[in-house]
């Protein structure tokens, strides 16, 4: 069918093509309606190369755009053990924006770069009662983020590999800052962070 499409566009745009250059003399106006629906084919054109069907994997089934049967564009994935992803796709993979909710209740909402998170997002985990405002890589906290736990203290400053790593300060429940300073992997001046690890894709 989607050979029939490009080809039916295709012998539409010849017969434009042809039926402009028979012509000795044409009229300007005629010449541009002419481009207009070149132009007007030419996008269905392109168009008719992407398509959007639910397809079934062996572990989900994707509903969305697929180009040459990849995802490719806007879908969603619903793993049949209850995750499920919605958003943008780029060679079979997750990439640009998205919601990605696990099965647990945890959401992402952000950037994905070739199937991790990656870039800017928020990270909700229900379980271990946290939401996490920043940067990832790497599908974990990498660069600057704001860290709240659900009990009221929160750390705003520098990760690396999801723990605290460079400059950065904690605050207790009331919002008073409580360590200010250097972290490293996790420490800070001897001391174990509080941060617990969080799951990844």
């Given at each position: ?82 995750h ?40 909700y ?20 983020g ?6 009221g203290?929160c ?47």
């Amino acid at each position: 069918m989607k050979k029939m499409i490009v080809f039916t566009c295709l012998l539409s745009a010849s017969a434009i093509i042809l039926s402009g250059c028979g012509a000795k003399a044409t009229v300007g106006s005629t010449m541009d309606k002419q481009e207009k629906e070149l132009e007007i084919i030419q996008e269905e054109c392109e168009g008719a190369s992407n398509s959007v069907r639910s397809v079934d994997f062996s572990n989900g089934i994707y509903t969305g755009d697929l180009l040459v049967e990849k995802r490719h564009g806007f879908g969603v994935y619903e793993w049949y053990d209850g995750h499920r992803y919605e958003g943008y796709w780029e060679n079979d993979r997750r990439h640009g924006k998205g919601i990605f909710e696990w099965n647990n209740g945890d959401k992402y909402e952000g950037d994905f770069e070739n199937g991790e998170m990656s870039g800017y997002g928020v990270l909700y985990n229900k379980i271990m009662k946290f939401r996490y405002e920043g940067n990832f890589a790497n599908d974990d906290f990498n660069g600057y983020g704001e860290y709240y736990h659900d009990n009221g203290w929160c750390y705003k400053g520098f990760f690396k590999d999801g723990v605290p790593h460079g400059e950065g300060k904690r605050y207790n429940k009331k919002g008073k800052v409580v360590q200010k300073g250097i972290w490293e992997y996790g420490k800070y001046k001897s001391k174990t962070s509080m941060i617990p690890n969080h799951h990844k894709l």
